[in-house]
């Protein structure tokens, strides 16, 4: 399945702004994820990343969240949730996968851990969709992160917007708009597994 013509074909379809959960796991992914939805949708940037680590580099990277937010609220509503940090929260959610490989099973339960907790808010609060920035690396699964994101669309009875946010330059546009920005890019995926990777 193309999920990003998939996407395309929903904003095509389009008669009102709805509102959309995003789920962001860094500014820099989140800076092309944003630019491309904002035109569309009452974008609210869901920061919840308890795999993170350590709390300094957290902290690095909310800073320049919130800094790409402030660029792009000239175009467009945009606001941020933020879960607050607990990184114990992670911990348990791998445990015992620690020693997989990066891209492997823990990979895929944090991105569970991460949507799953998206999905239950868009639920709570009236969003008309959620997704996730993920799919915009070209390290990360565009199938399963939307294989997750479809099954907790039906768990939760909300909607999951496809994505495969690579797709049409997205993760070039993503280094621009970083670079055009200042936003710091970090050179590891999140946690302290593959930091140590």
């Not at 998939?6 to 379809?13: C, L, P, R, T």
């Not at 969709?129 to 939307?146: E, G, R, W």
């Not at 993760?171 to 140590?196: A, D, P, T, V």
Request: hydrophobic content about 30%; charged content about 25%; glycine content about 4%.
């Amino acid at each position: 399945m193309n999920f990003q013509q998939e996407q395309d074909n929903i904003i095509k379809g389009l008669t009102f702004k709805p509102r959309l959960l995003l789920h962001s796991c860094c500014g820099p992914c989140s800076s092309y994820c944003i630019e491309a939805l904002i035109k569309h949708f009452d974008v609210t940037v869901l920061w919840y990343n308890p795999n993170i680590q350590p709390k300094s580099e957290y902290d690095l990277r909310l800073t320049n969240q919130i800094k790409l937010i402030k660029e792009f609220e000239k175009q467009g509503k945009l606001t941020l949730i933020e879960i607050p940090y607990d990184e114990q929260e992670f911990f348990s959610y791998v445990l015992g996968l620690e020693q997989e490989k990066e891209g492997g099973k823990r990979c895929t339960e944090c991105f569970k851990l991460r949507l799953n907790q998206t999905a239950k808010i868009a639920k709570e609060q009236n969003f008309d969709y959620f997704t996730t920035t993920l799919t915009v690396s070209p390290h990360k699964n565009a199938p399963l992160i939307n294989e997750i994101g479809y099954s907790l669309a039906e768990k939760y009875s909300t909607k999951f917007l496809p994505c495969d946010f690579k797709k049409k330059n997205g993760y070039k546009r993503s280094i621009e708009l970083s670079k055009q920005l200042n936003i710091y890019r970090q050179n590891y995926c999140g946690c302290i597994f593959s930091l140590n990777e």
